[in-house]
């Protein structure tokens, strides 16, 4: 059964950069589309970016384009989301959800969430 775990979360001042990791075990990422999601305080979840099966990427937000980079390390099973240009409003719980091969299965009906990290961008 797959399993995703997210790691890297931590408080950050605006203007900086950090790299949320996502480890994927029960699974690989040559099946699996893993999509990173933000909740921000007192608000729903909201996707940000997604990596396919095959490694097409798909932005889920205007709002983090051009600073947010997803990309996977198919050998370490691992899918990142490099964040630069930190902003205030970047933060939240990050969670990764995996689904069945595509960034539209992983929007609509993923199959497992991971338990998110905490990101925290503040002056």
């Known amino acids: 059964q797959v399993q995703v775990a997210e790691s890297g979360g931590m408080l950050v001042q605006p203007g900086g950069s950090l790299r949320l990791s996502c480890e994927v075990s029960?699974?690989?990422?040559?099946?699996?589309?893993i999509g990173w999601f933000r909740q921000a305080p007192g608000k729903g979840r909201k996707g940000v970016s997604c990596i396919s099966s095959s490694g097409f990427i798909t932005d889920l937000e205007d709002s983090s384009k051009g600073r947010f980079t997803i990309s996977r390390d198919k050998a370490a099973n691992t899918v990142f989301l490099q964040m630069d240009s930190l902003r205030i409003e970047d933060t939240g719980i990050y969670h990764c959800a995996a689904g069945a091969l595509s960034c539209e299965v992983v929007t609509k009906k993923p199959r497992v969430w991971g338990q998110g990290t905490k990101v925290t961008v503040s002056a």
């Open positions: 029960g699974g690989t990422l040559g099946v699996y589309a």
